[in-house]
């Protein structure tokens, strides 16, 4: 996939002076060896300064880290540490952090032997907070080589979402629909991420696309698209205007990233779209977010954001969906009770027009959007990539800004069932446990709007990382029974 931030780790041993450097130096060597045999070095770089015990020799690695092209930076406390020189390592460093301690490793040597680095993690988080700077650290972070080496390799996806946020702009499309109040909010808070955002008008996009009308590569998309469609191809008579339209934004995209590495698109599709282009862009959406460029749907901005979240961390294409509609209890009693272990309120169609990618679909056809159809003539909503969601695990997410913008999130993991959807568009039916009362408690009570992003496995974990290092405060989960939400009624 194009468009994904790549990450290289610099780890730096640390050291308390009236310490046995040797502790520092020898354990971070057993780290990278243990990571190297495990994971290889392609994302990591051992730093060659023995170890840092001053300010000195935190510039000194700040320099050696930067010349090595390293943008993430792993601080390991081999012993005790050095509680200013470590944390203003983490303050000088241009990139994410994280902070993880070496633990004892025989009851056989506790005397000149014992690192106290246990303790040392302890005065690293409160000089962090003091300086007011953020870092990484795992759910317990003292361990073995081994178990070190694993902590770095979770902080691999969270470092580069990080990495990508602060390299990233998210090219908008014309004002939200009317009556679609639900996905408009502050973007305040995308410039407090450090992602950029460029935000144009819908005539700008159709006067570009018109500048396409005859381009010579459309021959060249049409037949991709054709061969990725096969017996799918039901409506050929709009790929040449589909193959128009995504020469269209990928021209854009190089013409006005500017300074930014990577690109998310929020999208414009209706009411005028399909009147004046002439078809729906869902097909062509699917297949930039196939690519790594995500777009959302129905100018999105914070669906697109979250989109691009989910496909760095998951390395993997994603989707934005409606949370939809109910499984009717015909449906759920004769595919799914006695299948699988949901109750009927943990399951929901997730749906839209046809924007998913065909990769994450188990069968699909090109087809035409059925709901403006309903208004409009047909061959004008030619370009929807209709089909059943594929089974398989799911991690059902969304960072958004309030109207007063406050920023926060959601995290549900769960599954799409293999089950027959007997519907149109790109949809599922999912399931995740206890989804009645996270939609009550969580979707409604704290106003989400229906869009939400999915990424194709269970991510919930890291994704839940890279919020807390983002910032984000309130970070919402379906609750298991018995954990009752601040506003669930106790006696219902």
Not at 76 to 86: D, H, M, R, S, T
Not at 141 to 155: Q, R
Not at 309 to 318: C, K, Q, W
Not at 377 to 393: F, H, M, R, W, Y
Request: hydrophobic share 40%.
């Amino acid at each position: 996939m194009n468009n994904m931030p790549k990450v290289k780790i610099g780890i730096v041993a640390v050291s308390r002076d009236c310490f046995p450097e040797s502790l520092s130096v020898n354990r971070r060597k057993a780290l990278v060896a243990a990571y190297a045999a495990k994971y290889g070095m392609d994302d990591i770089y051992e730093c060659p300064i023995c170890i840092v015990e001053s300010e000195i020799h935190m510039l000194q690695a700040v320099e050696d880290l930067k010349k090595a092209g390293c943008n993430a930076l792993c601080v390991y406390l081999g012993n005790f540490g050095p509680e200013i020189a470590e944390t203003l390592l983490v303050k000088h460093f241009d990139g994410p952090a994280m902070i993880c301690a070496a633990a004892e490793e025989s009851q056989n040597d506790l005397m000149d032997g014992r690192g106290d680095a246990y303790c040392g993690v302890l005065n690293a988080s409160y000089n962090l907070k003091l300086r007011n700077l953020k870092a990484y650290i795992p759910e317990y972070p003292v361990g073995t080589a081994e178990e070190c080496a694993d902590m770095i390799k979770e902080f691999v996806p969270i470092a580069k979402a990080i990495v990508g946020l602060r390299n990233l702009k998210i090219i908008s499309f014309g004002p939200r629909p009317l009556n679609f109040l639900a996905c408009n909010a502050p973007i305040k808070q995308l410039y407090n991420l450090g992602v950029e955002i460029e935000e144009n008008s819908e005539l700008d996009l159709f006067e570009a696309f018109n500048k396409h009308e005859g381009d010579a590569r459309i021959p060249e998309v049409v037949a991709d698209m054709e061969k990725e469609l096969g017996a799918g191809n039901k409506r050929p008579e709009v790929l040449a205007r589909l193959a128009q339209y995504e020469l269209t934004l990928l021209d854009w995209i190089e013409a006005h990233k500017g300074s930014r590495e990577y690109v998310a698109i929020a999208g414009k599709c209706w009411p005028a779209f399909q009147t004046q282009f002439k078809c729906v862009p869902c097909y062509v959406n699917s297949r930039l977010t196939s690519r790594g460029i995500p777009v959302s749907c129905e100018v999105d901005i914070y669906g697109a954001l979250s989109e691009f979240i989910g496909t760095v961390v998951s390395e993997d294409i994603v989707t934005l969906l409606d949370i939809n509609n109910s499984v009717p209890a015909d449906m759920y009693k004769e595919a799914i009770e006695g299948k699988f272990p949901y109750t009927h309120k943990d399951t929901f169609m997730g749906f839209h027009c046809g924007n998913t990618a065909s990769q994450k679909l188990a069968f699909c056809e090109m087809k035409y959007q059925k709901i403006m159809a309903r208004n409009l003539p047909i061959e004008c909503t030619n370009g929807t990539l209709e089909g059943d969601i594929a089974p398989g695990k799911i991690t059902f997410f969304r960072l958004q800004s309030t109207a007063d913008a406050q920023i926060r999130a959601y995290i549900a993991e769960g599954e799409v069932l293999d089950v027959r959807t007997k519907s149109f568009g790109a949809i599922g039916v999912f399931a995740i446990p206890e989804m009645g009362r996270f939609y009550r408690h969580v979707l409604i009570e704290r106003n989400y709007p229906h869009h939400g992003a999915v990424a194709f496995g269970h991510f919930g974990k890291a994704l839940f990382e890279v919020f807390k290092y983002l910032g984000v405060e309130e970070v919402k989960f379906n609750q298991p029974k018995g954990m009752l939400y601040p506003t669930e009624n106790p006696f219902a």
